[in-house]
């Protein structure tokens, strides 16, 4: 057994919570604090001394040298730069800890060498970082020490945002906004906010450290650029949910432990569908938090895993052949009186308030499903969707038998008199529970669920920040509300009023439901007589970004300005050529230094062993045969490398971004892909103790 530790002890241990400002502050800071917290505004520059002082003394007694601002730049992974608290000694050369107001609410980072696409010069160094004082301060414990690490949004010094957490900020405020407009139409006059609630879902791999170091793909690119599949893959679905290998188990032990301190708030753990692939979900938390803690979770996933001589892979696709991971967005709205709006009751039909806002959703994800489609788009995540295993590319929503039911009776008649009931599921056996079973089941291949209170947005990539995701959701969701509630709220009948705007909406936008197999040909066929956008890379997406409509919906409600949008177009063309870039150099690398001279070594041998057996008098024709295959496919792969080396100078030379990044796409990709084809076929052809990697099934199997 190992060491036996006490979670609620543990819990935040790690976190200045508002339990430990409560206990630090003075009264009046500590109001100060909460009302801004809730309400917004500012600190005093007095009140933030004194939460400074409390945030450093706290630190410092937990061994705290440094403090930074932890921000979420465009590279999609946090930033921090470490300042100590020490001070210039004074006369007698004793030297003071300290820790400002100033120090705590604004930081001035060099903002030069993030990703800004053109709203930065090199030359034009300063940024900003800002308190988030919503998300609170942690310690963060490593080789460099502690580190008080405060949560902060990334600016520039003309106020353009340069990170994930200012725009998604701006969308909560907006969905808050438009949200309390629908619930004080229904009555709700003692709610002062809306809150959009995000509970991620994390899967990951895990692989032996010395293996993984002997795999160049694995170091650069994050996922497997070659490799042939291993006799036994997820095929017989034992992995799933299976018992959990000790090693595996002691892993994930540490890993609740240290997330557990930090205030994030572990709860599920199991087995993935794949060899060697794992899930890690978090309960619902305001989405700015959830967004916090998930990048806490990766880079928290990453460090415990090299404490346990493990390395943990985080990219959507690295091994082919076998389920890629995701992320899964559960999504909510609630007041912060305890309504939850996507909570439809026992009688959804009855329930206008929740009728009306699955009819906003429904007009939000319709009308801008390619904006959703790019929120979940990255390089590796091209590799998942649509593969029969994530959902497609399509944008469609799941709303399950009961509230498709309600949905085709308000269309069809304006009424909804009925709703299908759950039942009862008999088990059959005396001992067992009959079970209330659910009004309808699950869908896994749709991208946009509704399940039970709640959105699952399944679309996301494992390695990528879910602020994108959040942002979008919440921005899309405000507009609706509001275009709603400019209606309603001038309504002489607000009742027949309400009816009406909720049949319009269904009525128009219901080609977004669909409750089937999201992985079928007949649904590409069928989303495209529908009018449905089928968006199938990351830079097909990229446009929507800047068109007319999006630009519209994002200046409204002062999410993005439309520079910071064609910004970010920009960065994403950028990081969609750069990633492909390192990941066809590496395969160059690999092939002409490794494995191409490895098999050419394995052919001489074989020629050698042909001449040897003809010598001996006897038949060397299996010999011979396998020297001629290998030969055949040595000399494919040579010349698919050549073409690939071509098509990589090529593409280097494009100076326009967007250009660049589909030349990576439509001719770097085809011709990795053409290389890759001849080398696995070698692989499984070339005696394995000349290959020069180790295999999918030493990777997947031996952890």
């Not at 002997?214 to 095929?235: M, S, V």
């Not at 309504?339 to 429904?362: K, S």
């Not at 989303?527 to 990351?538: D, F, Y």
Request: charged share 25%; hydrophobic share 40%; glycine share 6%.
């Amino acid at each position: 057994m190992g060491e036996v530790f006490n979670v609620e002890e543990i819990f935040a241990k790690n976190v200045f919570t508002i339990g430990k400002m409560k206990q630090r502050l003075t009264r009046n800071v500590y109001k100060e604090v909460v009302k801004v917290m809730e309400q917004g505004g500012e600190l005093s520059l007095a009140a933030a001394d004194v939460v400074a002082k409390a945030m450093k003394d706290w630190a410092v007694e937990n061994g705290a040298t440094h403090y930074t601002h932890w921000f979420q730049p465009l590279t999609g992974i946090t930033a921090e730069k470490h300042d100590s608290f020490i001070t210039q000694p004074d006369e007698e050369g004793k030297m003071l800890m300290e820790f400002s107001g100033k120090e705590l609410i604004k930081g001035e980072p060099d903002a030069s060498s993030f990703p800004s696409g053109g709203l930065r010069a090199t030359f034009e160094a300063r940024g900003y970082t800002a308190w988030d004082i919503t998300s609170p301060a942690f310690l963060k414990e490593g080789a460099t020490g502690v580190i008080l690490c405060i949560p902060t949004a990334f600016c520039s010094y003309k106020g353009e945002a340069l990170d994930k957490k200012t725009p998604l900020l701006r969308s909560m405020e907006a969905v808050s906004e438009q949200a309390l407009r629908i619930v004080r139409l229904f009555g709700n006059t003692q709610a002062t906010k809306v809150m959009a609630s995000v509970g991620p879902e994390q899967e990951y791999f895990l692989v032996d450290k010395e293996k993984y170091l002997q795999r160049p793909d694995l170091i650069f690119a994050g996922r497997t650029l070659f490799g042939a599949p291993a006799p036994k893959g997820q095929e017989m679905e034992d992995h799933y949910f299976g018992v959990i290998r000790e090693r595996i188990g002691a892993y994930m032990k540490d890993l609740n432990e240290e997330l557990w301190k930090l205030g994030v708030t572990a709860k599920t753990q199991h087995n993935e569908v794949a060899p060697a692939q794992h899930e890690l979900a978090t309960i619902y938390e305001s989405a700015n938090i959830a967004v916090d803690h998930n990048q806490v979770v990766m880079e928290t996933m990453k460090r415990v895993a090299v404490q346990h001589n493990m390395r943990c892979l985080l990219h959507e696709k690295p091994f082919a052949g076998v389920n890629g991971s995701g992320k899964h967005n559960n999504w909510s709205l609630g007041t912060d009186n305890g309504v939850n709006l996507l909570d439809p009751g026992d009688t959804p039909n009855e329930n206008i308030q929740f009728l009306l806002v699955l009819a906003c959703i429904m007009k939000a994800v319709d009308t801008h499903a390619d904006l959703l489609r790019q929120s979940a788009s990255d390089v590796g995540n091209d590799h998942r969707l649509g593969a029969n295993e994530a959902p497609p590319a399509i944008i469609s929503m799941f709303l399950g038998e009961q509230l498709e039911d309600v949905v085709k009776q308000l269309v069809e008649t304006g009424i909804a008199s009925t709703c299908k009931e759950g039942g009862v599921l008999e088990t059959g056996v005396s001992t067992l529970p009959n079970l209330a079973k659910d009004a309808t089941d699950r869908n896994r291949t749709s991208p946009f669920a509704f399940t039970g209170n709640k959105f699952e947005f399944r679309m996301v990539g494992s390695a990528d920040s879910i602020a994108s995701p959040n942002t979008i959701l919440n921005a899309i969701v405000a507009e609706a509300f509001c275009e709603a509630a400019d209606i309603l709220e001038k309504a002489e009948n607000f009742e027949i009023a309400v009816h009406d705007l909720i049949k319009e909406y269904m009525t128009k936008h219901q080609r977004i439901i669909f409750n089937g197999n999201g992985y079928s040909d007949e649904w590409v066929a069928e989303a495209e007589r529908r009018g449905l956008p089928n968006i199938k890379s990351m830079v097909e997406a990229v446009e929507t970004l800047t068109t007319e409509k999006a630009v519209r919906l994002f200046e409204k409600f002062h999410i993005f300005t439309e520079a910071e949008l064609e910004s970010r177009e920009e960065v994403l063309y950028e990081t969609y050529a750069k990633t492909i870039n390192i990941e066809a150099l590496t395969m160059i690398d690999m092939a002409s230094k490794q494995i191409l001279p490895a098999v050419v070594k394995y052919t001489k041998s074989l020629a050698d062993t042909v001449i040897a057996v003809k010598g001996a008098g006897a038949d060397a024709s299996v010999q011979a045969d396998l020297l001629a295959k290998v030969s055949g496919k040595l000399a494919e792969a040579k010349a698919a490398l050549t073409v690939l080396q071509e098509e990589e100078n090529k593409a280097g030379c494009i100076a326009d971004s967007k250009g660049q990044a589909f030349a990576y796409k439509d001719k770097v990709k085809a011709a990795m892909e053409a290389l890759r084809i001849p080398v696995d076929e070698l692989e499984m052809l070339v005696d394995k103790e000349v290959w020069p990697y180790p295999t999918y099934g030493d990777l997947m199997f031996e952890v």
